[in-house]
């Protein structure tokens, strides 16, 4: 029993020494001699600083005073964020080969600035990312319907749109006094009354300047004269009234109607004095250009969208993002940074290109909008569809044979029977995976 007892007394001295060992001694504890004090709470390095710099690249096409615009917001963009952002301005030459180019070569950069025709026929081809893969702020219910409905294809949104552009018309009402009408025609009957009464009469040489060379206008000038409902027109925006095949056989008549304000006659001079002075009564050309030339004498309007058909086409630009990218997520901080309140303003600014943002319209005077501006333009459609991925090969085609037909080339009876090809020619289905694959360049406006 004693040998027990001793074994017990042995194995618990020897746990008991086990114990001692594994305790930290006091010695141990303090070899620092300014243990006392409370340590500092050891951070790990911040996220920013361990990853290295990223980098984008953004091509766009623009004027020098926007683009440097956007260098300047762009800096502003640099100096919070640890991403450089190189911006490259290309020749507004560059169209849709030259961008298409970059892309099957691998020299895509991340960010490209496109017109909104182009972005489904890029999506379509598998070129771009779709923004919800890198855009975390809300498009649906904040930007103009009518621009974010041309960057929609196969279900997904596949731009971020930056801005819009409308065409208006800028005319002299004293002028349209002179043609027996006090105000600018809204109705295609308004409109027959305005060209009957310019007919019968030799004070005012010209009816209605517009740029020969730029399809998107004389589009907008045929849906003025003869705009159908807006379901009549869901399938191609080149299918011709019967009021659109007057107002051609009318042009074809009589020349004198219209005026090419890129090119008028030696002895007439620049379009905007011709109009100032009464020489042309009215002028179709994008907003932006319209208001540079704002006069007293002169008044702009964009036609209310009524359910009696079109009224003009909405040009607009859309930030897209390469499907080469590596850096997604930064491409879409930088595009939500260029595309918020802020940047709209400072854009609407220097380019006088309109902001997207709805939010901005609602108060349109303290944001120094024009008042032109009908409540139709932010609360519906008109004027943008259909923008389908074989759009961009149809308006070459129609640019082309417009551009004879304004010019006397060939006649209306040729002119209207090639229209109604392209609009037999339009796909049921614009959304198509599969296009050709030879496409010209369409005028880059």
Known sequence: ?????????????????????????????????????????????????????????????????????????????????PLKV?????????????????????????IFLLDNVLVRRFAAEGYLLPTESYYFGSLTGEVLSGSLAQNEWNSYVWGVPLDVDPYVLIYNPDTLKKLGVEKLPKSTEEWALLISNFKNQTVVPHLLGLDYDDPYATLSLLWQLGGEKQEDNARSPFKLTEEMKAAIDQVDASRTYLLNKKDPTETSGDIWRMLYNGEVAVVLT???????????????????????????????????????????????????????????????????????????????????????????????????????????????????????????????????????QIEKDTPEETHEDTLEETLEDIPNK
């Open 1 to 81: 029993m004693d040998v027990k007892r001793r074994n017990h007394w042995l194995l618990f001295a020897i746990l008991l020494l086990a114990l001692i060992s594994l305790s930290p001694s006091k010695h141990s504890a303090s070899i620092n001699p300014e243990e006392n004090k409370n340590p500092e709470l050891v951070r790990p390095p911040s996220q920013e600083k361990v990853q290295e710099e990223g980098y984008i690249k953004v091509v766009v096409q623009m004027g020098e005073a926007a683009f440097l615009r956007l260098q300047q917001m762009n800096q502003s963009f640099m100096n919070v964020h």
């Open 86 to 110: 190189d911006l490259v301005n290309e020749p507004r030459e560059a169209t849709y080969s030259s961008v298409r180019l970059q892309l099957e070569l691998g020299e895509s950069p991340d």
């Open 286 to 420: 994008r907003a932006s250009e319209a208001t540079q030339h704002e006069h007293p004498r002169m008044e702009i309007s964009f036609s209310e969208q009524m359910d009696t058909g079109r009224t003009m086409w909405i040009s607009g630009r859309s930030f897209v993002v390469s499907a080469q990218t590596d850096n997604a997520e930064a491409a879409g901080v930088w595009i939500s940074e260029m595309t918020n309140q802020a940047g709209q303003r400072n854009w609407y600014e220097t380019t006088r290109h309109l902001p997207v943002l709805k939010s901005l319209y609602y108060d349109s005077s303290k944001n120094n909008l024009p008042e032109w501006i009908p409540a139709t333009l932010v609360n519906r459609q008109g004027g943008t569809l259909p923008v389908g991925a074989t759009l961009p090969v149809q308006m070459n085609e129609f640019a082309g044979i417009t551009e004879q037909f304004l010019r006397g080339t060939i006649n209306s009876k040729l002119y209207k029977d090639r229209l109604s």
